[in-house]
């Protein structure tokens, strides 16, 4: 499907896209290709929608906002509005048609989120329905092994609390400025003279706030979907230390994404620690479904059967 050049590159800008001045260059020059090229097949890929972003995405919470997992179960007529409601609205991040009771399963994030799921839960009459707040974030770096076929996070948990920026004395849009980097050779030089203030000193911050948890996933977002990663598994884990089963995740599957520990909203609900799976292939996640049963005895594999919000940068 693609060079293996390109696929290197794409691994590059994934895993190893450098906080430095001039980050294409330096890449250019671990990759033993010439800056101008680099820069040549970044544009290209983007424009084809293969990079979704170079950049970094921005903790919700360090906006002030709050996450809510929603699981629907809805016919064919109400499930097609509800599609077309949820592709317009910004602050649904994901919406998913999944293999379970609950068909539809969509992320909405904002600083009155619960109130908006209550008016989209009202509208469309969704009797039979489960609300999952995000009480943590684990783990959220999804990245794409292009030479195992599966999906495949670096180590490490986040920090449980971020600060915002009113707590640091911080203009909001320039944090939202680096959740996409200009295309060209000096970005953060870009960015910096736009609001005013010294490229090193910028540089310092994001060293700063990826290691606050305020900015995470840092490197390049690719499209899934664009890369034959067609296999998408939500799993559900319950039983147990719901912590610790998130903490185990973290550190022992390292093709798990979206490690979030949730708690239900009116009403009850036994699984509280999920994550994602990515893959070409099935058979390639047998492995991980394997250890995260040993994890946790009781869990539920929820596969996607169509991604409802492809392309969406976050």
């Known amino acids: 499907m693609f060079k293996e050049k390109t696929k290197e590159i794409l691994m590059a800008l994934q895993y190893r ?7 294409f260059a330096d890449l250019a020059s671990d990759l033993r290709v010439n800056e101008r090229d680099l820069l040549r097949e970044v544009r290209r890929l983007s424009a084809e929608g293969v990079i979704k972003r170079i950049g970094a995405y921005l903790s919700y919470r360090a906006e002030g906002k709050e996450s809510y997992l929603v699981a629907v179960r809805t016919d064919d007529r109400v499930g097609s509005l509800l599609e077309k409601e949820l592709l317009r609205r910004n602050s649904v991040s994901h919406n998913y048609l999944r293999r379970h009771h609950y068909n539809m399963w969509f992320v909405v994030k904002g600083h009155r989120a619960l109130d908006e799921i209550r008016e989209i839960v ?19 770096a999804v990245k794409f092994d292009l030479w195992r076929g599966v999906s495949r996070s670096p180590q490490g948990m986040l920090p449980h609390r971020t600060s915002s920026p009113e707590d640091l004395n911080l203009n909001p849009e320039v944090l939202r400025s680096l959740k996409i980097l200009p295309l060209v050779s000096r970005p953060f030089l870009k960015i910096a003279e736009r609001f005013g203030t010294n490229e090193d000193d910028l540089l310092n911050l994001i060293e700063r706030f990826l290691k606050e948890g305020i900015l995470t996933d840092y490197g390049a977002a690719l499209d899934g979907d664009k890369l034959d990663f067609k296999v998408n598994l939500m799993v ?5 230390d719901p912590n ?32 994602v799976l990515h893959a070409v292939d099935l058979k390639l996640l047998e492995k991980p479904i394997n250890k995260l049963s040993e994890i946790s005895a009781d869990l539920v594999i929820a596969p996607s059967e169509r991604n409802l919000k492809p392309g969406v940068i976050r």
């Open 17 to 23: 896209f450098p906080v430095s001045r001039t980050p």
């Open 122 to 140: 009202s509208r469309y009459d969704l009797s039979d329905h489960v609300v999952l707040r995000s009480v943590r974030t684990y783990k959220l």
């Open 236 to 240: 559900m884990l319950g039983s147990g």
């Open 244 to 275: 610790r089963t998130c903490e185990r995740i973290c550190t022992e599957v390292p093709e798990a994404t979206h490690v979030i520990l949730r708690e239900p909203i009116d009403r009850e609900w036994p699984y509280r620690s999920y994550c």
